[in-house]
């Protein structure tokens, strides 16, 4: 969430940023209640130790034999009016937390107001393939191949489901062993968190209360453990030190997990979206870090670099977009996106988000260091990217590298992994 102070002290200026995100939203209640909070929290505050101070005077006037009825009438009348001021604080607190948690975190001020229509292609890689024969498109050419088997993933689970077969199946394995083996040796750290999260770690990384139905929740007992099926490792990474005050001497903390990543999000019946390119459940590999906040534009830089890096191993056409401020998640300050090319359809398609979070993660889950030389505690920043998510990397690569027999050519990166350089029927 933001700092309150800049709702509390530049609310003009705060609903003008987060305006460039398409959240128009009048602060000004949220001012007047924090107001009033402040000024009943002290009067309340005031009549709890005025009967605090009461309540002493009461064993020395009936040691003096005095009558203390009036005493424990005024003390009846606090009490009252004490507990009114609890219901009216409560009411006060939850209506202000409602928005307050509710918003977008606040972009960065390089970038552009306004949806994707506003992005930018900061660098392209490659030149797109040509072909000197009918190319095939990926669904196809997967099937083809028996790499892919769509009928009978959505026999088992219904659509946006596929099943990886034979050589399929190892090229996606030899693609999250190529990524595991990448990170491992830039000295990260490898975490395979629980599928299974609580509703702090989706309140911590930013996506509840907003977007608790884009998520599968969990049935019967765990439901009311509010337990729900990760959509991304980030989530679960983001919070693994929530409440907690990290020594500085850990930053920058540079951490990866494998998962598959479970969201409600359907295949359309738009030619873009067919096969693998939107489903239900896909692989992802995620980097996180968590960066001081002098060091954290160059731990984006690093990841963002990260990324690229693994797409033009695999020797693909791709470009990198700076999302402008509409088009990132709300979560985020700032956003560049690896697209790779799909021929078949004529455009690209984000195989990684690079995002920093700047403290927003971190002020909603409680996640802080001790500065060594000021012994006061900070706020950390938290930044992710998919390093990367394979079920737009398959049909990129049995797209652009396709032969006019049919097959497909491996890329040389993941050969290794393989066993093979060529899928053919």
């Known amino acids: 969430m933001i700092d309150f102070n800049l709702i509390r002290n530049e609310r003009e200026k ?13 602060l000004k209640p949220v001012v007047e ?22 309540s002493k005077e009461i064993p020395k006037i009936k040691k003096a034999g005095g009558d203390v009825e009036a005493i424990f009438a005024e ?70 191949l028996g790499l892919i088997d769509y009928e009978r993933g959505a026999k088992l689970s219904g659509g946006g489901f596929w099943i990886y077969r034979g050589k399929g199946a190892v090229l996606e394995w030899a693609l999250i062993n190529y990524f595991i083996e ?13 599928h299974q999260l609580g509703y702090n770690a989706g309140f911590g990384a930013g996506q509840f209360p907003k977007f608790e139905d884009e998520v599968y929740w969990l049935e019967g007992e765990d439901r009311k453990k509010n337990r729900f099926m990760l959509p991304t490792a980030e989530t679960a990474l983001v919070n693994m030190y929530a409440g907690e005050i990290m020594d ?49 534009a160059e731990a984006f830089e690093e990841l963002v670099n990260k990324a690229a890096a693994l797409v033009e191993g695999l020797g693909l056409h791709f470009r990198i977009s700076k999302l402008a401020a509409g088009d990132c998640s ?16 004529g455009i690209y398609k984000e195989v990684s988000s690079v995002s ?28 992710n990217g998919s390093g ?35 899928i053919e029927k």
Not at 258 to 283: D, L, W
Not at 356 to 380: C, E, L, P
Request: proline letters at 5%.
């Open 182 to 194: 990448t990170h491992l040796k830039d000295g990260y750290e490898f975490v395979l968190p629980p």
């Open 33 to 54: 209640w924090d107001a009033e909070l402040r000024r009943l929290k002290q009067a309340a505050e005031e009549m709890k130790a005025k009967r605090n101070a009461r």
């Open 330 to 345: 709300a979560s985020m300050a700032r956003t560049y996106d690896i697209e790779v090319w799909i021929p078949s359809m």
């Open 248 to 296: 500085e001497s850990m930053l920058p903390l540079k951490l990866f997990a494998y998962t598959p990543c479970y969201r409600k999000e359907a295949g359309s019946y738009r030619s873009e979206e067919r096969g693998m390119i939107r489903g239900h459940q896909f692989n992802k590999v995620e980097m996180v870090q968590y960066a001081h906040p002098a060091h954290s």
């Open 75 to 144: 003390m009846r009348e606090l009490g009252d009016k004490i507990a009114e001021a609890d219901v009216k604080l409560d009411e006060l607190d939850t209506k202000i937390k409602e928005v307050w948690y509710s918003l977008p975190n606040i972009p960065d001020e390089d970038l552009e107001a306004g949806g994707k229509e506003f992005n930018r292609v900061i660098r392209v890689s490659g030149d797109k393939p040509e072909f000197s024969f009918e190319p095939k498109n990926h669904v196809d050419l997967c099937a083809s």
């Open 356 to 383: 920093n979070a700047n403290d927003y993660q971190a002020r909603r889950s409680n996640t802080r260091f001790r500065d060594h030389v000021t012994g006061k505690t900070q706020f950390v920043h938290t930044l």
């Open 388 to 422: 990367l998510a394979t079920s737009r990397l398959i049909p990129a690569i049995v797209e652009q590298f396709q032969n006019a027999d049919g097959s497909v050519t491996v890329p040389d990166a993941l050969v290794k992994y393989t066993g093979f350089s060529k």
């Open 14 to 26: 705060t609903e003008a940023a987060l305006a460039k995100k398409g959240c128009v939203v009048d």
